[in-house]
């Protein structure tokens, strides 16, 4: 299932805009549907599919992170353009070794991951496209700027990342607990997709909700949750920082948008199974 948010210069008048692919949607269905997505520069398109796996692009460039096995198969086939996957850590939600060889071999990305993430990777993907990073590195990789933050979370040297494309910057929060070391980061995302909690046993909405407060960006995206810690996450931020836009997945869900200050998304899609997407222009309250 999908959620979408498009930006109101999408929007003509009341209209509803009705995009999707039918009831059953493959993966593949999906993929294909991201990629035909435009966006123009200052604006960036995400699609969430499920835990903590995103896939995002602006005009420039596509970025994949943490896709454990959920593109697999024939959905292989449809990805296209991809010019970074990264991988925090490597628990089986977040990471899978066929996959990653997979993904990297079809589409040529380069592979960022985490030390124990790259120790299985190495001599499996070219030497030239797979990157070991480790807290506080800063590199510069296909265009893009990748800032690697220590996670809070039982793995081996487990991360958060913030991605900076050309004209957008957004912080994956993996599924960690609050590291208030992301102070030293302030205004250097402006959207923070963060963990709630879900299967994680360090993920929480408060964590979730620390993270935005040290971070300050300007929207927040939950992930690897439940209904019930979305709802909690959401209620901390219309409270304590009603600045920040609060963009929720939801599953089979029809969003409505209203003028929303400095915010430069042409769309957020969520889950992936089966979805349709009915867009207004004005939010539901």
Do not use: C
């Amino acid at each position: 299932m999908l959620l979408v948010l498009v930006h109101p210069a999408w929007a003509r008048d009341d209209s509803v805009i009705v995009l999707g692919v039918g009831a059953q949607s493959s993966m593949g269905d999906v993929l294909a549907t991201f990629y035909a997505q435009p966006v123009d520069q200052g604006r960036v398109v995400v699609m969430m599919l499920g835990a903590s796996g995103v896939l995002m692009k602006n005009h420039e460039k596509v970025a994949l992170i943490d896709p454990a096995g959920m593109i697999a198969g024939d959905s292989m086939q449809a990805l296209q353009q991809l010019d970074i996957l990264l991988i925090t850590h490597e628990h089986s939600d977040h990471f899978s070794y066929s996959a990653v060889v997979s993904i990297q071999s079809k589409t040529g990305a380069v592979v960022v991951a985490n030390p124990g993430a790259y120790s299985s990777l190495s001599g499996a993907v070219p030497s030239d496209k797979v990157i070991e990073m480790r807290s506080g590195d800063i590199r510069a990789i296909s265009g893009m700027t990748v800032t690697a933050i220590a996670a809070v979370h039982e793995s081996v040297e487990p991360l958060t990342y913030i991605l900076t494309f050309s004209d957008f910057s957004v912080f994956h929060g993996s599924d960690s607990g609050f590291n208030a070391k992301l102070a030293d980061y302030k205004d250097k995302a402006r959207l923070a997709i963060v963990p709630t909690g879900g299967a994680s046993p360090t993920a929480s909405p408060g964590s979730a909700f620390s993270m935005i407060q040290a971070l300050d960006p300007s929207d927040a995206i939950p992930m690897h949750g439940t209904t019930a810690q979305y709802d909690t996450l959401g209620a901390t931020i219309a409270q304590q920082a009603p600045n920040v836009q609060y963009l929720r997945p939801s599953l089979m869900a029809s969003v409505a948008v209203d003028e929303l200050p400095n915010i430069e998304f042409v769309v957020v899609l969520a889950s992936v199974l089966s979805f349709s997407l009915i867009l207004r222009t004005r939010r539901h309250e």
